[in-house]
């Protein structure tokens, strides 16, 4: 009885949010056709350097070892793994600097419900839709165009569940930052620095390699396991079901926990500064 | 004179405590800066690594490499965070007001902070670029010659006053619409795409390549770099250059007419 | 049991100290100075239930801190609070459930979106049973009369009007203790008047226990009894209001309307003359002299009416806070007068 509902917070969340996004609808197009246009291009982009990968004559194209179509899997695969993401936290987490900022954190504190619930999933943006189902889309076309790959049943399980997991990396990463920035005051760049942090995720972890590589794809996959957060879904669909995978598999799970651990606890830190150093 | 100077040094350092203030942002800021300059030599390696004459569009993977590098030289004079989106809140706000009533004008003033945040920028990021250019001089072909040396350091100069007047007639169209945000939306996007931010623009097909070659939006990134790296003939090196001057002038000129039919408009209405 | 109890609180939090200059600026990145601010330093205080006690005191002087330390917003430094006998800071969610906190400059209902859709936020939140919550938020509506505007986005509504919709969405789970930060700021006297008017029913109805802070006398005049004087993180006076000028005010005015347009010109010697507008005359005097002063006005000038009052309560107070300003200001200059004798004593030794 005394637990408040979360699962009834949360729709309510979602409701609330949705209404909002109605009333300003034209906004809502806008960020839809936009947040499309962006997924597109950057597609547009690795078509372009495959095509002229296959231009310069010896007919393969391949980019440490993902060909064109494995490719655009895992180019799905950022694209779903970012719609949940901003569906679900980003405009919590920049909001989050603001509440700061404005004193709103303070209603937070009040509520007699979790605050780092109450802050991540306050505002979700339904505008994230349609960039799922262009991911989902983009997988259906690119699956049966890879060359030699059956899939296992149990690889379409294991991926929305890797994809669920690297999202929550991400979200760890995020509200992470974002609660530094209590701890700093204000964080303009708070969105660069997510930005460029989870860049290394964008790519596919084979590319890190040589003697400054290895380590970088090493601090990135065990330190802060954002190259797990795109690469292990993605290979689960895009490359067959080998043995060899079944460490880091493995060690995603790891990975979701530890980071949701240690996020909270930079988050109650900085409540805790924040308590402590506001009047 | 003197007093209009004393003015613009007053405004122009506060502007720049102003940045200072908040340093936990800033040294951060700028050290994240290259990090995605780390993936994409990874990227380009990998990509060579798949063809056969470790060429294409006549750019080697050094060539790419140190050209990213030189955007991102291009991209810290060009880029103007926040100056649109900061001038259209003023205007929805009526904070504007106060340029009706100072000894200074909007464009002005901005010009003056931007100056400033600029350069505190510089000082700091001074460091960082240094170090990871000394790093990465294997990627560059050795200095260009001291012709290209002067208009690529002529570019980065104009490239700055052109993202500015750019940015401010963008920010400046607030007065006629309250939602300017898909506006820039747009404007990041082909920014983005087409100032060469993302590739070299050689890598785009036509009938893009040569739409892009007329636009300004190149000045502000591939320019620059590819003057360094003499990817432009002799011979259309200060032919562009006066491309870049009048885009430069046109957005100056433009930037200005907006912002007296703006005032015009706004007091019109009374605000 | 008391339903507040605090002993001793303390908040004292570090503001980086900017420096002007441009040279200054570019140091403050790797080097910083903080200031100490004392917000609040040792408050004592028992409100018992059913009290509606106001928090007065100049900007500053630590009446929002000590709010948001009784809700638990922020810690304090040290010292002890209990609140219906929970510990504030340690955030009990039952805690949390009973009591609320307004504040008249920040508003927690989602912006762009109806009144009502907040509400159901808030059932969901604090778990309001349903029927209740319909009931508590129907009798709410309608003590405020904003029936009208449930459907409307909050930042449509006039300031006012969004007060009575934060009233509400405080009140929704029955709180047992109600913090009110400045609820009528930037109000204008209907609206005032009319939130004044509904926190006192409410009050009495409901037997609850509210803390209030306010720049209004208006607003303290007409709802508390008690009446707690904060100034420079200190309690300067706790007592009842008219206690307030018996304490702080050594003088009472007298009027005076002469008979004839005639005034005499020697009214100065009596105390100091505040206005003086023919036939009439306003005198400052001090208490131990009124009857005295009274006998010799009345003895010696035809007079036609007379009267003695109390100064105005927004003056006494006002001239009280210039008071405990200034005492704190030669305090401060004290300090850094003896740390420099210290320095130059050190210095010779």
Redesign the interface.
Known sequence: MHRPNYLAVFWMFARNSLIRDMTFRTNYIIEVVFGLCWALMNLGFYTLVYRLMYADGDGAADIAGWSQYQFFVFIATTILVNSFVEGFFMANAEELSELTRTGGLDFALLKPIDTQFLVSLQRINWSAIPKLLLALALLAYSIPRIEGLTLHPIQFILYPLYVVMGTLILYSVMIGLAATSIWLGRNQSLYDFWFYITNFSRYPMEIYEGSFGSPLRFVFTYLIPILVVINVPAATLAKPLAETNWPLAGFAVVATVGSLAISRWIFQRALMSYRSASS | MLARAQIWWTIFTMCVAERLAYRGDFVLGTTMRFLPMITQIFLWTAVFASSSNGKLVGFTRNDIIAYYLLTMVARAFSSMPGLASGIARQIRDGEIKKFLIQPIDLIGFSLLARMGHKLVYYGVAIGPFALVFYLCRGFFPGWPPAEYLAAFLLSLVLSFLLGFFLEASLGLAGFWTLEISSLLFVYMLFNFFFSGHMFPLEILPEPWRTWVAWMPLKYLAYFPAAVFLQKIPADQLWQEVGVLVAWTAFFFFLSRRLMHAGFRRYSGYGG | MSVIEIRGLR?S??V?Q?K???L???S???H?EYRE?N?VKGIDLTVEKGEFVAFLGPNGAGK??TL?LL?????P?SGEARVLGYVP?E?D??Y??RF??V?GQ?N?L?W??PAQ??F??HQ????IDPAAFKQTKDELVDLLGVGKLLGQ?VRELSLGERMKMELIAALLHSPEVLFLDEPTIGLDVVAQHNIQKFLKHYQQVRGITILLTSHYMKDIAALCKRVVIIAGGEIVYDGSLEGVIDRFSDYKILTVDFADDRMPSDLARFGEIREIAPPRAKIEVERSQIANVLTNVLANYSILDVSVEDPPLEEVIASLFALTEQQQNESKESNIASAAANVAAAGKN
Do not use: H
């Open positions: 908040k939090y570090r980086y900017k002007e200059g441009l200054a600026s570019f403050g990145l790797f910083r601010v917000a929002t801190t948001k809700s638990g917003v922020i810690t430094t800071w955030r969610n039952d949390r459930r609320a906190l504040m920040k927690q989602w762009d979106l859709e907040s159901q936020l969901k939140i604090y778990r986005p």
